[in-house]
């Protein structure tokens, strides 16, 4: 699992490089880390939080922080944990 400052420089990196070669695509990450720790100019457009850690005050600073972003919910299922991205399009249709 990481988590900021450790993936940071990582993600200036490879964020940076997608906005600088295609300017108008939007970046996005599923990242659960608290929001204090996502500094503003962070190359990050959409944030993608489960439902259950999100907080308005966080969204609207993380949306206020620089042009363009939004904040996108997600419901994680099986397998659990911070080290596993979840949807629904993973699980068979009855087990959804």
């Not at 699992?1 to 964020?15: I, N, S």
């Not at 300017?23 to 503003?40: F, K, S």
Request: aromatic letters at 12%; charged letters at 15%; proline letters at 8%.
């Amino acid at each position: 699992e990481c988590a900021l400052p450790g993936c940071q420089p990582a993600m200036y990196k490879l964020f940076g490089a997608v906005q600088k070669s295609w300017p108008g695509l939007r970046t996005a990450a599923a990242i659960n880390w608290i929001l204090e720790d996502l500094p503003d100019d962070l190359p990050l457009n959409l944030w993608i939080n489960q439902y259950q850690l999100y907080e308005a005050d966080r969204a609207a600073k993380f949306v206020a922080g620089a042009p363009n972003r939004s904040v996108f919910l997600y419901h994680c299922i099986e397998p659990s944990g911070g080290g596993y991205l979840n949807t629904f399009v993973e699980r068979p249709l009855m087990q959804t």
